[in-house]
């Protein structure tokens, strides 16, 4: 689904996943019904419809058994009833009603002493809390729920609870505790039979997906569907599929992925319901379409449109047009999608769903665009807005900003009118953010709607082009400012995504990070078509509210001004450089990207490639370079000198220091092996990296490490135990031993101050010897061990260092972890890395970098890749003697560099180490 609209998987089959989800994976009621005519025939009319999303007639014939058995005074049958009232309810989108009927269910429950059925109504409960955005609630229910499991002896049950509970713990990103729930329910799961075990193992996998460990989710999915077959649950079988499909096209399994989201619809087809096998068809055209299978997804769109018009599902009509239409767009048929689009748009419209009729208008407005029709478009963008303001959604303000910015400024060449509508994107752009928070979805539009970080460089260009026409200070400074508001962005989004915060103490970190886990789900499930009016603003109540309590939490922190972005300009920075220093600052952008150079003298902003090109030409040079293969490096450098430093040649001119902001794939970019006709660049320059320019000024004026008493403690990690992070890791091609030369390594850093100033901490040691130790003491800390730079989208699998040790859950000291160290150093060194010779994408470094930062850190080492055993031991040998002389950081650096490229030439053997941060700290 890589680059399509978060449309796809959310709204087209809402049908699908809500009867889906409305009897969960538990065995439910219907296992337990009491025997009797009526009692079975008032139950099993209302389930049947359910099965079959038919949900109004499920309710009449809920409601009317439901009359039937108070009259009769059976509480039991009745609350049976209650809890499938309540699933039903759930399944149309009103939470809150669900609330309030299984709490009616769980007090009769709790008459007739029924501890299975108050089971069964605290996962429902649960379920509807979750739906409703109540976190706290819903982990409370679902304790009860293994609570009356455990006393009712059923695995079943508990084993859902359980499941529940690590969904929970995923939102809150607390992945050890997701990971040891879902472990749990497995164990359970292995324990049972028939459809139960399916739908257990069903949902294992489907966890397990959503934190990208393909390796263990594909076998629990493939399970469960069996299972579910083999016991005739078409209906989980159906979900299961799809699921599975999805999971194997992300896995690039793509003949056996469409292959079982054929099947899905098959299954679902076999239910006897035209809804379920649209939805799903829809669903599986959605998957099909984003993996670039135009006409498999075409064969499934046309199942899907035929069946809705048959039962008459405007609403599924209407977003099967979406789809469709945004398929169309894609292709580039542009009039075949604006019929379409405008069907959908005036449907939703009329049946209430404003979200989804703004998605409708602002793809409208991007066909019209295509096809010049700019007072269309912006027609259409406005209707977009207001729809954005009636739902309170700034992503798709965000959006429609971008698309009015774009064409306001290409197809009627208003650069200011443009600028404003570019400044309400970056606007959206910092409701969305709050803090620390997400952007939900890649956006619909490509390259026009563009990317986050888009918004942030069309401001960028525009500025700078006002600086070159003009001539004013003033446009050259919100250029700048505009980057460093969007490298802060960045710094949240990064921090976030690996669970981390900036609070102060256990406590607050425990909460601020609860709390933006929940912000990010309500966030995304106010963007889902189908919710009840009063649920809606329940859940933007509660958003508003988790808001303002993490924001409150993050304040306190002593650290939260140091991840904002401050005022920089250009006046500023010149004043603080000498003479023989400049900067260079990196904006990359989808059709080209910018670069600011800060000297004393001057200022000044030149264009470059687009990121794609630069990034092609980063990943050229790094596979030629760990290959060893000569030429092709030297070719691939010579084109990164062109187009990254040609341009501020003159700013350069005379420089002997040098200090690189880079952005996206140049964090990859060793700039002291670029070579020019003078040659290598480190050969002439200290060069320094950092995540920002307010950063570099905040380190560089901030005093770090002069309160310790010792040198060094220098830690040489060990491999970490076998932990399902761990093992994931390893699945994808991670050797986490840690390198042979890291115990020598840890005594060439020692030797240099005396062993008597340091302490050494063997192999083994680990984590539990970095978390012991008093790091207040210590200058510089060295850790000999590998950092993880793993290019993956699971929150759980975050950039880490793999210390091993035996405290913490997997041997891998996290982003989050780091975060919350105190590390008020000088330096902080990493002595080796994983990472695949295709890394193209450079967020791991600047992840931790941002990291080490923030927890205190003056510098950081670290290398690029992995340097060769006997150039790795010259380096830390020249290196540490440097720091033992007095020199700063950055020029031992750029020392113990020269000395290594004497005995080793090759930039993969002089190379591999930059330094992020203050260059003057010793």
């Not at 809402?14 to 009692?39: D, Q």
Request: proline share 4%; glycine share 10%; charged share 25%.
């Amino acid at each position: 689904m890589t680059g399509r609209t978060h449309i796809r998987c959310r709204g087209a089959a809402v049908a699908l996943v809500a009867a889906l989800v409305a009897t969960g994976p538990s065995c439910g009621p219907r296992a337990r019904t009491p025997a009797g005519p009526a009692r079975l025939r008032g139950l099993e009319q209302g389930s049947q419809a359910l099965d079959r999303a038919r949900f109004a007639e499920a309710e009449r014939a809920f409601r009317e058994a439901l009359q039937v058995y108070r009259k009769r005074g059976d509480a039991g049958a009745t609350a049976a009833t209650l809890t499938w009232l309540a699933r039903t309810a759930r399944a149309q989108g009103r939470p809150i009603l669900a609330v309030a009927l299984t709490k009616e269910a769980l007090a009769l429950y709790a008459q007739v002493d029924d501890k299975a059925g108050a089971a069964d109504a605290h996962s429902e409960l649960a379920h509807a809390s979750l739906e409703a955005a109540d976190f706290g609630e819903a982990r409370e229910e679902f304790l009860w729920a293994v609570a009356n499991s455990r006393a009712a002896r059923d695995p079943s049950r508990e084993a859902v609870a359980r499941l529940g509970l690590a969904r929970i713990s995923v939102v809150h990103g607390a992945y050890g505790e997701a990971l040891s729930e879902i472990g749990r329910a497995e164990k359970l799961g292995a324990a049972l039979g028939g459809a139960a075990a399916g739908r257990v193992f069903a949902e294992v996998g489907a966890l397990r997906g959503e934190l990208y460990d393909f390796a263990a989710a594909l076998p629990a999915l493939e399970r469960g569907t069996r299972d579910l077959l083999a016991a005739g649950d078409r209906r989980g079988a159906a979900a299961a599929l799809l699921t599975l499909g999805r999971l194997q096209l992300e896995a690039r399994l793509r003949d056996t992925g469409r292959e079982n989201l054929r099947r899905s619809v098959d299954v679902a087809s076999g239910l006897g319901s035209s809804q379920l096998a649209a939805a799903a068809a829809h669903e599986a055209g959605d998957i099909l379409a984003g993996d670039g299978d135009e006409v498999g997804a075409r064969e499934l769109y046309e199942i899907a449109e035929r069946v809705y018009a048959e039962v008459g599902d405007r609403d599924g009509a209407g977003r099967l047009d979406l789809s469709r239409a945004l398929a169309e767009l894609q292709r580039g048929d542009y009039r075949a999608a604006v019929p379409r689009l405008e069907r959908a748009a005036a449907t939703l419209e009329v049946l209430g769903e404003r979200y989804g009729a703004g998605e409708a208008r602002v793809l409208l407005a991007r066909a019209r665009v295509q096809l010049k029709d700019a007072a269309g478009a912006a027609g259409e963008l406005q209707r977009a807005l207001d729809h954005a303001a009636e739902t309170s959604a700034p992503e798709l303000a965000w959006r429609a900003y971008m698309l009015l910015g774009h064409l306001t400024e290409t197809l009627m060449d208003r650069e200011a009118e443009a600028a404003r509508f570019y400044e309400g994107a970056v606007q959206a752009l910092e409701t969305m953010r709050a803090g620390i928070d997400f952007v939900a979805g890649s956006g619909a539009g490509g390259r026009v709607a563009g990317v986050p970080d888009d918004a942030y460089y069309r401001m960028t260009r525009l500025r700078i082009r006002v600086h070159r026409r003009s001539g004013e200070a003033r446009a050259l400074d919100q250029a700048i400012l505009v980057t460093e508001q969007a490298r802060s962005r960045s710094t949240f989004d990064l921090l976030a995504r690996a669970g981390a915060t900036l609070a102060d103490s256990p406590e607050q970190r425990k909460r601020a990070r609860a709390l933006a886990g929940e912000e990010r789900a309500i966030a995304l499930g106010l963007t889902r078509p189908g919710i009840a009016a009063d649920t809606r603003r329940s859940m933007r109540t509660k958003l508003e509210r988790i808001r303002a309590a993490r924001a409150a939490e993050e304040q306190q922190a002593m650290r939260f001004a140091a991840a904002q972005a401050e005022p920089v300009t250009a006046a500023v920075v010149r004043r603080v450089l000498h003479a023989d220093e400049a900067v260079l600052s990196y904006f990359l952008g989808p059709d080209g990207s910018t670069l600011v150079t800060l000297t004393r003298e001057e200022a000044r902003a030149y264009d470059l490639p687009s990121r794609d090109a630069l990034e092609r030409l980063t990943l050229a040079w790094r596979r030629a370079a760990l290959k060893g293969d000569a030429g092709r490096t030297q070719a691939a450098a010579a084109d990164l000198t062109r187009l990254l430093l040609a341009p501020a040649r003159d700013a350069l001119h005379g420089k002997k220091r040098l200090v690189v902001v880079p952005h996206g794939p140049l964090w990859l970019v060793p700039f002291a092996a670029l070579a020019d006709p003078a040659g290598f660049l480190g050969a002439r320059m200290v060069i320094t990296h950092a995540p920002s320019i307010s950063a570099w000024l905040r380190a560089r004026e901030t005093p770090h490490g002069g309160q310790a008493r010792r040198e060094l403690l220098a830690i040489a990690g060990s491999k970490p135990r076998a932990t399902p992070a761990a093992e994931a890791l390893t699945v994808r091609g991670f050797k986490l031993g840690t390198p042979p030369r890291s115990a020598r390594e840890v005594y060439v850093a020692a030797a240099a101050f005396g062993v008597d100033r340091c302490t050494v901490l063997a192999a083994g040691a680990g984590e539990e010897g970095l978390l012991r130790a008093n790091l207040q003491e210590y200058r510089r800390l060295h850790l000999a061990a590998p950092v993880i730079c793993a290019e993956t989208r699971s929150p759980a699998m975050q950039p880490a260092i793999a210390l091993g040790g035996v405290i913490g859950a997997d041997g891998l000291l996290q982003l989050r972890e780091i975060v919350a160290l105190s590390l008020p150093m000088s330096v902080v060194a990493i002595g080796a890395i994983e990472a695949p010779a295709d890394l193209a994408d450079g967020s791991s470094f600047e992840a931790l970098a941002h990291a080490f930062r923030l927890a205190g850190a003056g510098a950081l080492i670290m290398p690029l890749w992995e340097p060769d055993d006997v150039a790795a031991a010259a380096f830390w040998t020249a290196f540490y003697r440097g720091l033992h002389r007095g020199q700063g950081a950055a020029d031992a650096l750029a020392g113990a560099q020269r000395e290594v490229a004497r005995k080793h030439p090759q930039p993969r053997s002089f190379a591999p180490f930059v330094l992020i941060g203050a260059e003057g700290t010793r």
